[in-house]
């Protein structure tokens, strides 16, 4: 039997079958072109992580509009001109032997008019992010329909290249994360108010990409289950959160925290257990799946994490930059060839000067 039977066992989600519940999350690592287009480089990368048994590979984060870019080399999904590179992508994860799939979402307010060439940066309201600054332009209700519009058909155009499911990146203090949250949120129409009037956006959003991507296909979330500010979101009101999406049809939660302002403190809470203890608190409020994720730096933690009822998956990031045979490596029981992630964050400083993500012990990016 396995070391670690939870983690090496295989899960169905819908229609789709993981073999086990190992993720690779989304990571945006600018190794797409300037236009958006998928690239050698990032097929590379991802192919080398899903070829040593992670069940799932989530890439991301794309863009279902332009104004909503994440990154100067980031990837993008707002037109039908993408889907014959992310099905080059797609179909390299599969035949690697992991589920493909993708993370779509919008920026929203944090991101920069240099990244959306010179475009203007939209919001549920205009109030300026503290991490971005700049002007917000509040969207009018018909813009909101047509970005709703704009998630669905990007599902859509994932599901036509290949993907097997779709990640609506709700966390981290992008788009939908803003609708959720009181703080970037005062709208005094019917995406505005409460918590259930907040969340109308992303609703509004699975009902349309299931009207296009049909049952059987997943649908996830990633949320932030803590903004870990002062009158923001906190895990009571994910729960909640995490309980209407699942009534609207999402096929699991994805379970991150914090938003970009405080995003540098997060590996503290990290490293203190409170980024697990979210999923346990998020599981115990859903009965679909749930990923956790955070500084997962050995098999045997991620084994405990689904043990301890923390989450269904285990997402591990950096780790796997580090030492793409992470995984692999554990289970050949050649835990000390594991090059181990220094946790210098080096993967997270790229800018416009040095925009590809590079590792500063993995040369082979
Ligand atoms: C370079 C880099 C880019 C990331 N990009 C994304 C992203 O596009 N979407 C997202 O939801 N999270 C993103 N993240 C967060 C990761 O998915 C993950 O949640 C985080 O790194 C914590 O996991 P870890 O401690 O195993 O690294 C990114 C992280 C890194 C290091
Ligand atoms: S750059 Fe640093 S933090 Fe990022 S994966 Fe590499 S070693 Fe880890």
């Not at 509004?204 to 049952?215: A, C, D, P, Q, T």
Request: glycine share 8%; with cysteine.
């Amino acid at each position: 039997m396995s070391q670690y039977p939870r983690l090496m066992s295989p899960l169905k989600i819908k229609g789709v079958n993981l073999p086990n519940r190992i993720v690779f999350p989304a990571v945006v690592n600018n190794y797409a072109t300037k236009d958006g287009e998928v690239a050698d480089r990032l097929i590379h990368f991802h192919k080398r992580i899903a070829e040593n048994q992670v069940g799932l590979t989530i890439a991301g984060a794309t863009a279902v509009s332009p104004e909503g870019r994440f990154s100067f080399y980031s990837a993008m999904i707002y037109d039908d001109r993408f889907i014959p590179g992310l099905s080059k992508l797609f179909s390299s994860i599969r035949e690697a032997g992991s589920v493909p799939a993708i993370q779509i979402g919008h920026t929203g307010r944090q991101t920069s008019s240099k990244i959306v060439g010179g475009l203007k940066k939209v919001g549920p309201s205009s109030i300026p992010c503290p991490l971005w600054r700049g002007e917000v332009r509040e969207l009018a209700g018909n813009e909101v329909e047509d970005l709703e519009d704009a998630f669905a058909e990007a599902a859509l155009r994932a599901k036509k290249a290949g993907a097997r499911m779709v990640e609506l990146h709700g966390a981290h203090g992008y788009l939908i994360h803003q609708f959720l949250s009181p703080l970037s949120n005062q709208r005094k129409d019917h995406y505005g108010g409460s918590l259930k009037d907040r969340a109308r956006f992303v609703v509004n959003i699975l009902k349309k990409s299931r009207g296009k991507v049909g049952e059987d296909f997943p649908l996830l979330v990633r949320i932030s289950a803590d903004e870990f500010l002062e009158g923001g979101l906190h895990l009571e009101d994910a729960q909640e959160i995490a309980r209407i999406l699942e009534e609207n049809g999402a096929a699991g939660i994805d379970v991150s925290g914090s938003v970009a302002s405080n995003m540098a403190d997060s590996d503290e809470k990290i490293h203190q257990g409170v980024y697990l203890r979210l999923a346990k608190g998020i599981k115990e409020s859903v009965n679909i799946p749930v990923i956790c994720v955070g500084k997962i730096l050995d098999l045997d933690r991620a084994e405990r994490a689904l043990e301890e009822g923390c989450a269904d998956l285990v997402a591990i990031c950096r780790a796997l930059i580090a030492d793409p045979e992470f995984v692999s490596k554990s289970l050949r029981g050649e835990k000390d060839q594991i090059v181990p992630c220094i946790e210098c964050n080096k993967c997270l400083s790229f800018n416009a000067e040095n925009p590809h993500m590079e590792c500063s012990v993995n040369s082979s990016l």
